[in-house]
């Protein structure tokens, strides 16, 4: 059976360690799929297979795991404390490392530190050796620790670098007090300094990392705060407040104003209106009947009602939410994928790079001085930890915005490829339209009121299910019509519905009912045939066979359509409008948002090979859609955007939940899918940027030119700000906003 899993990484620095720990849980037996967030610390990983064996693989992989198996709650709070633990682990470390490097540097710079010409000097450097080795230890050992793990794996990643660059200065700088006067004047050099304020600037840019880091899982922090801690539940009559995890279904739950519903369920009774922002972006809140749904977060305003419990724990949209909203942060698009691909073959190039360059200098000057402080920099200059974050940070955000705005992304790939759609196509019925038919216009001939017309229509087909009769009734309580008994009701096949109603004969229907009943429909025919020519239903209504009223029943375009819509061209997009409904009714919908291109009357399985038609011709298609016959479409189509008022089948088939309902939902989702990628693009361009001029520079390119060559610390402070940068850019995206 395939089994879910969420594990804690600890020990991973850079890209590397990325490929490394997916590399380790990919080559266990039975693991379907595994990926590692680098951002988060994370893996998730799914298939048949025990949790002791991952843990082992990520431990033989050089790694620390662990699995997080509370609540999300509970998670959250377990990832702050521990990354708040960390930060603090870090600003120790880089405080120690500080205490004694900082000091070495002035004393240096200024000429206060003796020479190596004599015993006392040597012995007071051997005494600041074995200090900076016990400062190394402290601040420094999981630099080592790492590297040591990785060399044991023949693996190479940021702690591999930084352990060699420090190292060899320690290394470098005892070898040249015990031997003093072995090595020629110029080459009687200490970088103590060097490598203990490495450390202590790469200790403080992965604290400010982790501090800036933590931002980015706010959407998820808001989410998992909705949701109440108990919930009123009636049994045998009494009402007591229980822990939301001891509720059950087909309980019975009281909610009053002012409180959040714990859990999703039907209203049976009562009345309210409900605060439904956090699930779909949208302000205005919603009215509650008997019989309508409710969801566990949304906050309940003014009355109070009972509701069935019918979705519970890890069902309910709440939580169903905030694991897409998880998954999508840890999934990477395709340059995600390609970022990772490059970052483990990048520490092996460095290193190579490392080795070219030291062969290099020593062979053209013979001063391993200088030899050194070039090998020494290209190995801090180069540590990929930047471009490692510069996709999951950014992904993370991204995800975490469009939640915000009721968007629902599954993975990382439908983000991405969002902002590249050229063609939007739309389903019409509960996509464009409301998806529910409702009486629009009444006309009554003299001798009766509108109020009479709709009175006699809604008695007639009260009993009926028909979508149309299930308007008319709606529209009479809207109005407060008082319904009259009715007896011989009697349905005629394609014409209508004939019954006697307060000892009235009435007939409700079409053209051919009336002729079939030689009723004269000639005062209200014309009207009738311009509002069919517009795509509308007009039913004619006849008490004791003479005309009486015309009702005209649409399922009305959505009052935000036509601006989602123009938001979308205005975008560049093509808009497509794709319906299994009648040419007529379609051009008619079209014609009002103005929309191109129709293609109706077609079939669910048609609609999946015009998908496929458009793919062909060369575009990248986003189809939206509702519906279980939308699904096929959804699934072919480059990106699918479900309605989520709309059925379980389209959500889970399409890429992209719109939560609200809206069109608004697809422009805002390829807003922020551009706001992303461009986001990204921003972070890789500056860390290959970092990497590609900072490390030729470390390797001494201008020394011939104009005698500079770069220090070491100053390397170690722009490899670690290069992370911080990073990380920050992509903290940007929070301030988004939509053009909505």
């Known amino acids: 059976m395939t089994k879910q899993f969420r594990l804690s990484i600890s020990g991973m620095s850079c890209a590397g360690c990325v490929a490394s720990v997916e590399k380790a849980?990919?080559?266990?037996?039975?693991?379907?799929?595994?990926?590692?967030?680098?951002?988060?610390?994370?893996?998730?990983?799914?298939?048949?297979?025990?949790?002791g064996d991952l843990i082992s693989a990520v431990k033989n992989a050089g790694y620390e795991a662990a699995e997080l198996t509370s609540g999300e709650e509970d998670q959250l709070k377990e990832k702050e404390s521990a990354d708040a633990d960390y930060y603090h682990q870090l600003m120790i470390r880089s405080f120690v490392a500080a205490l004694l490097g900082l000091p070495l540097f002035v004393a240096g710079m200024s000429g206060w530190l003796p020479g190596l010409d004599n015993d006392v000097s040597r012995l007071f450097w051997l005494f600041i050796g074995i200090l900076t080795s016990v400062v190394m230890i402290f601040s420094g050992r999981h630099f080592f620790?790492?590297?040591?793990?990785?060399?044991?794996?023949?693996?190479?990643?940021?702690?591999?670098?930084?352990?060699?660059?420090?190292?060899?200065?320690?290394?470098?700088?005892?070898?040249?007090?015990?031997f003093a006067y072995d090595f020629s004047e110029q080459a009687r050099h200490v970088y103590y300094e060097a490598a203990v304020i490495i450390?202590?600037?790469?200790?403080?840019?992965?604290?400010?990392?982790?501090?800036?880091?933590?931002?980015?899982?706010?959407?998820?922090?808001?989410?998992?705060?909705?949701?109440?801690?108990?919930?009123?539940?009636?049994?045998?009559?009494?009402?007591?407040?229980?822990p939301i995890e001891q509720i059950g279904l087909d309980e019975t739950l009281r909610v009053r104003p002012g409180e959040r519903i714990a859990v999703d369920g039907i209203v049976i009774e009562g009345y309210s209106v409900v605060d439904e922002s956090m699930l779909t972006g949208e302000p205005v809140p919603v009215e509650k009947l008997v019989g309508d749904q409710v969801c566990a977060g949304t906050f309940n305003k003014t009355g109070s009602f009972l509701f069935q419990s019918k979705r519970i724990g890890r069902d309910t949209a709440l939580a169903r939410i905030i694991e897409m909203v998880r998954r999508a942060q840890g999934s990477k698009p395709a340059i995600g994928r390609l970022v990772d691909k490059i970052a483990s073959v990048f520490v092996p190039v460095v290193l190579i790079i490392a080795v070219l360059t030291f062969i290099i200098w020593f062979n053209f000057t013979s001063n391993i001085t200088l030899t050194l402080v070039a090998t020494m920099t290209v190995l801090i200059i180069a540590c990929p930890c930047a471009l490692g974050l510069a996709t999951p940070i950014s992904i993370m955000v991204g995800v975490g915005k469009a939640a915000e705005f009721g968007v629902l992304i599954k993975n990382g790939d439908a983000l991405q490829q969002a902002g590249m759609l050229d063609v939007i196509v739309l389903d019409k019925t509960g996509t464009i339209t409301l998806g529910r038919p409702e009486v629009t216009e009444l006309f009554a001939l003299p001798e009766?009121?509108?109020?009479?017309?709709?009175?006699?229509?809604?008695?007639?087909?009260?009993?009926?299910?028909?979508?149309?009769?299930?308007?008319?009734?709606?529209?009479?309580e809207n109005k407060k019509i008082q319904l009259l008994p009715v007896e011989n009701f009697h349905a005629v096949a394609g014409q209508g519905v004939q019954a006697v109603v307060d000892s009235k004969t009435i007939l409700l229907g079409n053209r051919r009912l009336m002729q079939a009943n030689n009723v004269s429909i000639n005062e209200l025919?014309?009207?009738?045939?311009?509002?069919?020519?517009?795509?509308?239903?007009?039913?004619?209504?006849?008490?004791?066979?003479?005309?009486?009223?015309?009702?005209?029943?649409?399922?009305p375009v959505k009052a935000d359509s036509l601006n989602a819509i123009r938001r979308l061209q205005n975008r560049g997009l093509k808009v497509i409008l794709l319906t299994g409904d009648n040419k007529k009714t379609a051009d008619a919908v079209a014609s009002v948002l103005s929309i191109d291109e129709v293609i109706a009357d077609v079939m669910p399985e048609e609609k999946e090979h015009k998908i496929s038609e458009l793919q062909k011709q060369g575009y990248i298609v986003g189809m939206v859609g509702d519906g279980i016959n939308d699904a096929p479409a959804l699934a072919r189509a480059n990106v699918g955007f479900a309605i989520g008022t709309g059925t379980d089948v389209a959500m889970e088939t399409a890429d992209i939940t719109l939560m609200r309902g809206s069109l608004h939902g697809v422009a805002n989702a390829i807003e922020i899918s551009r706001a992303t990628v461009k986001n990204i693009k921003q972070n890789l361009f500056g860390a290959f940027i970092y990497n590609s001029l900072g490390i030729p520079v470390a390797a001494g390119v201008l020394y011939p030119l104009i005698g500079m060559l770069l220090n070491p610390m100053i390397a170690g402070a722009a490899m670690a700000m290069s992370s911080v940068t990073v990380v920050t850019n992509a903290n940007r995206l929070r301030l988004f906003r939509t053009s909505e």
Not at 25 to 51: K, P, R, Y
Not at 529 to 544: H, P
Request: with cysteine; net charge negative; charged share 20%.
């Open 199 to 242: 450390i202590c600037l790469i200790n403080f840019g992965s604290a400010l990392e982790v501090r800036a880091r933590g931002k980015t899982s706010e959407a998820i922090k808001r989410l998992i705060g909705l949701r109440p801690k108990t919930a009123r539940v009636i049994r045998d009559g009494k009402e007591f407040d229980l």
């Open 525 to 555: 025919d014309e009207i009738a045939n311009q509002k069919s020519e517009r795509g509308k239903t007009s039913m004619f209504l006849a008490i004791n066979n003479s005309l009486a009223g015309l009702i005209v029943v649409e399922d």
């Open 25 to 51: 849980l990919s080559e266990v037996a039975g693991v379907i799929e595994a990926n590692v967030n680098f951002a988060e610390h994370t893996a998730n990983v799914s298939g048949s297979v025990s949790i």
């Open 448 to 476: 009766w009121s509108e109020n009479d017309v709709l009175s006699y229509a809604a008695s007639v087909e009260i009993g009926s299910e028909h979508t149309l009769a299930s308007a008319m009734v709606k529209a009479a």
């Open 145 to 178: 620790i790492g590297a040591w793990k990785s060399f044991k794996n023949h693996n190479a990643n940021m702690d591999t670098l930084i352990a060699l660059g420090t190292g060899s200065a320690w290394v470098y700088s005892t070898l040249v007090i015990v």
